[in-house]
């Protein structure tokens, strides 16, 4: 049974960036870090950890933008949108911004990271708060609990 709904598509802003979701996420987050307030002009960024099997781009070439360091952040080469970001050393997911996706409206953040830099208004309705990260061996236990938890994108008409 796919409640899933996949596959789900997405893109940039201009539209030139195409890309494809095929598996379901592993977990969704805000991260209030500064360095993602910065990167989205915003309070928090919004993300959806897919497995990397289950993510392509379907059309364009993503460049690498933000500290050009070790997190390596993808932009459409033409409108900046933030698309995606490979975490270092870490190939098994993707963190696509969840705003990225054609239909976003089932997102909620699941867990939000660096509260200690969240600026003080912002609030987000995340099961699972943490300072910085979760430790390491505390995300098969979210991943987990997100997998039985989470919400799901409406079921696809037929046309």
Known sequence: MND???????????????????????????????????????????SVAIPSVGFSVLKGQPVIGGLHGAARHYFCPHCMSWIFTRPEGIDEFVNLRATMLDDASWFMPFIETWTTERLSWATTPAV??????????????????????????????AT
């Not at 609990?145 to 919400?151: D, F, K």
Request: charged share 15%.
């Open 4 to 46: 899933w709904n996949l596959p789900w598509e997405g893109g940039c802003r201009c539209g030139q960036l195409r890309l494809k979701v095929s598996a379901a996420p592993l977990l969704t987050m805000a991260c209030h870090c500064t360095g993602c307030q910065r990167m989205t002009a915003s309070a928090f960024s919004l």
């Open 128 to 157: 699972h708060s943490f300072e910085t990260l979760p430790a390491y061996e505390e995300y098969p236990g979210l991943v987990e609990e997100y997998a039985q938890q989470a919400s799901k994108p409406a079921s696809k008409t």
